[in-house]
């Protein structure tokens, strides 16, 4: 169904068949699209076996606030963070879960994992955190020491430390990757494009997958480092 006609989906019993109707006149000879719903990549490859190229629904989980490189984030900042931000910052619920139990481990991100999505880029209540963990001591008396008043901006300079760490933290995590976006797309097109090479449907899909996810977290980076 196209973007902006409303269509209905039965199963036609008789004819062991499914039937796609539209509510809306189309001109013959025109072409019509079938919407999958806002979904992310992975509910894509899950559900109906493919990947969508600069989908607009994909998000990238990333590690939980309590499994970053503090002392990385530190260097990069220049200073060290007060320990009392972090136990704050705990209590609110934004370091993530440290424990799963048994029946949690096949929920989706079940340890609290950072959410980055393309519609909405770094979720605002890590940079929440990200603001009172890199506060100085003035503005963090002048919040009364409370991680809920860091919602929004409260400096210049407050923002950038703030951009700075999650910037070091997803470049770090990209950095983890065995291969880049650019080998990933070299890598690619040389097995599309290569007739004695040997490639399972599966092995595109898991290049184009993973080539996906970075070009997501690439984007956000180039985004906070505006």
């Not at 062991?16 to 809306?24: C, I, V």
């Not at 019509?32 to 989908?55: C, H, M, P, T």
């Not at 860091?150 to 210049?156: I, T, Y």
């Amino acid at each position: 169904v196209s973007a902006n006609e409303a269509g209905n989906v039965s199963f036609e019993y008789f004819g062991d068949s499914y039937s796609l109707t539209m509510k809306g006149g189309v001109q013959e000879g025109s072409e019509v699209f079938i919407s999958y719903g806002a979904r992310s990549n992975d509910q894509l490859l899950q559900y109906y076996g493919f990947v969508e190229n600069e989908n607009p629904h994909d998000v990238y989980i990333m590690p939980p606030l309590r499994e970053w490189d503090i002392d990385g984030l530190e260097k990069a900042c220049g200073f060290s963070f007060g320990s009392d931000r972090l136990v704050k910052i705990d209590r609110a619920g934004l370091l993530g879960n440290d424990n799963i139990s048994l029946s949690e481990t096949d929920s989706v991100n079940t340890r609290g994992g950072i959410i980055v999505s393309r519609a909405a880029g770094l979720d605002p209540a890590v940079m929440q955190a990200l603001r009172a963990m890199v506060s100085d001591d003035k503005e963090w008396a002048e919040a009364g020491e409370a991680v809920g008043n860091f919602a929004a901006k409260v400096s210049d300079e407050n923002e950038k430390l703030a951009r700075l760490a999650a910037v070091t933290e997803m470049k770090a995590e990209l950095a983890k990757k065995a291969t880049s976006i650019e080998e990933d797309e070299k890598l690619l097109k040389q097995l599309k494009g290569s007739k004695s090479l040997v490639t399972s449907d599966e092995e595109l899909l898991a290049i184009e997958f993973r080539m996906e996810k970075k070009k997501l977290l690439q984007e956000e980076i180039s985004k906070l480092e505006q």
